[in-house]
């Protein structure tokens, strides 16, 4: 179907079309990205693949101290909380952030996230956090803490542990995997046989641990199913020139030396989106219903 852009930086300089959209899914982003305008863009083109119309509004932390964009211009193009503050949208998608490796309550807009997650209980239908923001959704909504890895989580990861009962699963099995995007260096410390009460694991991988989890009409994505198809190989790239330890994205590269890409992840991504919007459309019906928990379903890595 199709998907506007209320505002933000690729609206602002004209390089997504504005099309007549009839009742549209609402959806605001705090993009918390560095790469913001590549960002818009990927959550445009992965709602533009989606079976419904969507209408997304760019948001940012008003309490951040921005380094590299000039706030003047982030003011103009996005909205903050104080702006937003008595709207009703349909969902929240808070971004990761490159913030991964600090506590919590150290990171300068920390209070306004945990504002406008408590916000977004009584404003929004839905909440997709994902990668640093699925970290600390997790912590805000269940004291879950994190803990840095060996090495960078960072490659294309499929699941082997998918609960297919979930509606954030529909159309997918053993035939049509789940594979997501990781880029990551910490993980949220989960004891998966021992969760807290009212939540729930999706999508694992032995990889990768959780991929996909979902609480009280929130759901926590630990990659970035958003991600295009060269995001890796450009993040791949940066840490090489600023001398980091990194090794190539695993799962990735079709042939390294001439930068040819395996972009399998496109549809799974596409798929995951539209179910959690279809969940949108459900509590905007009235007619979305949980299912109770049931036996995930084993699948082996393709």
Known sequence: MTVNATNGLIR???EWPDCSLKDPISIVVLNLMPTRKTTELQFLSRFDDCQ???????????????????RKLIEKNYVNL???YHQQFDGLIITGAPVETLPFEDVDYWQEISTIIDWAKTHVKEKLFECWAA??????????????????????YTATKVDLHSPLTAGFDADYPIRMPQSRNTQSIINETHLPNG?????????????ILSGDHTTYITGHPEYQAQTLAQEYQRDLNK???IQPPKNYFKNMAMGMVDYSWRTA?????????????NRQSSLAVWPQEKPKQDISPV
């Open 12 to 14: 602002a300089d004209g």
């Open 52 to 70: 419904f119309d969507v209408q997304l509004t760019f948001m940012y932390p008003a309490t951040h101290h921005f380094n590299g964009a000039p």
């Open 243 to 245: 001398h980091l330890p």
């Open 269 to 281: 991504s596409t798929k995951i989106y539209e179910n959690w919007v279809r969940l949108l459309v």
């Open 82 to 84: 104080t702006q937003i």
């Open 199 to 211: 939540l729930r694991i999706v999508v694992s991988a032995r990889q990768s641990g959780p991929m």
């Open 135 to 156: 970290q600390a959704g997790l912590y805000h909504d269940f004291g879950i803490q994190k803990q840095l890895l060996p090495a960078k989580l960072f490659g294309i």
